[in-house]
């Protein structure tokens, strides 16, 4: 079985932050690492090159893979902020979320001035309970 690829490292959260350079972009990664640092109560971890992720839960599939992953996060991309999340979060808990793209396990924000970040709060606190008993 290939080993997964994305680990949390030891790089710095911060330097990655500043280093990017769309400002707004960079603000909105700094907001949305505060705000899933307190929601999680855990303190940032880049996994990979690229992401930033918080808190750590270990799953099993059916096939028998298994491995650790983030319970929640977010990668700064060029066309936009990936936000992960549980992939059985449901279509109805994202009404009223605002100008947003779905992909599997994760949601795609432009600017997070685009979200209501109070339905954003309750998304990433839904994520965060369904990985509880994975903890």
Same mark, same amino acid.
């Given at each position: 079985m290939s080993e997964l690829k994305t680990k *949390?490292? !030891?790089k710095s959260v911060k330097e990655f932050l500043n280093s990017i350079t769309d400002e707004n972009k960079k603000n909105?990664?700094? =907001?949305l690492a505060k705000l899933m640092e307190e929601l999680?109560?855990?303190k *940032?971890?880049?996994w990979g090159d690229s992401i930033v992720g918080f808190g750590k839960y270990h799953y099993v599939y059916k096939t028998g893979r298994e491995g650790d992953w983030f319970r929640i996060g977010f990668s700064p991309r060029k066309q936009n902020i990936a936000v992960y999340l549980m992939p059985c979060i449901e279509e109805k808990k994202l009404e009223g979320l605002? !100008?947003?793209?779905n992909g599997k396990s994760c949601l795609y924000i432009k600017n997070l001035s685009d979200v209501n970040l109070?339905? %954003?709060k309750k998304v990433l606190k839904r994520a965060l309970? %369904?990985? =509880?008993h994975y903890v």
């Open positions: *949390p490292n !030891k909105d990664c700094r =907001e999680s109560g855990d *940032p971890v880049m605002g !100008k947003y793209k109070n339905i %954003l309970r %369904l990985t =509880e």
